[in-house]
């Protein structure tokens, strides 16, 4: 619970709902991260136009980079709310060999 959490807007800790059914805030913790992911997509894929002439071309590349992080970071972090909702939702896991 205290690490989906970290991924909702802190006033969603006002809600018991989603204290009393984690699959509810893994749910929304899922559509949150998501939303970040596809943020950063479209602010990679428009930084440069965006910033061109704004600011100089390295402060461009280091934002791109940034981006570049900060979206691998989101997928890895939807890539394990995602597990943790499937696990919620009782789905059960293999190792494989």
């Not at 943020?39 to 940034?66: C, K």
């Amino acid at each position: 619970m205290a690490w989906l959490l970290e991924f909702v807007p802190p006033e969603y800790r006002r809600y018991g709902v989603l204290r009393r059914y984690p699959v509810a805030l893994a749910r929304m913790a899922r559509q949150h991260v998501s939303a970040g992911v596809e943020a950063a997509r479209l602010g990679f894929r428009t930084a440069r136009t965006e910033l061109s002439g704004v600011i100089p071309p390295h402060g461009v590349e280091a934002v791109l980079d940034i981006y570049r992080r900060e979206g691998a970071r989101l997928v890895a972090i939807a890539e394990g709310v995602d597990l943790v909702d499937r696990a919620l939702r009782g789905e059960t896991f293999t190792r494989p060999l």
